[in-house]
């Protein structure tokens, strides 16, 4: 039951990882933004399947990418 949870909670994670990337670079899309916080904090650029995986199965590296996420929509005034 709880490998069954890690799982699931690691392809949740892989998922909104890809959507968090997918955000700053085409919503957001301020390339000031996007390289110099969400590239240098987030998700590498070109990021492979494995990469995604690495960061979802470390609660730190996860964590990190939440607030490097969190801080790219401040900065482009989208959250306070």
Do not use: H, S
Not at 20 to 40: E, K, P, Q, S
Not at 69 to 76: G, I, L, P, Q, S
Request: hydrophobic fraction near 40%; aromatic fraction near 12%.
């Amino acid at each position: 039951m709880l490998m069954t949870r890690q799982i699931d909670i690691t392809t949740w994670r892989i998922e909104f990882l890809k959507q968090f990337d997918y955000y700053v670079r085409n919503i957001i899309g301020d390339d000031d933004i996007t390289v110099n916080i969400w590239l240098a904090g987030g998700v590498p650029d070109g990021y492979t399947d494995e990469d995604l995986r690495e960061i979802a199965i470390d609660d730190e590296l996860w964590l990190d990418c939440v607030d490097c996420y969190a801080n790219c929509c401040r900065v482009a005034g989208v959250i306070d």
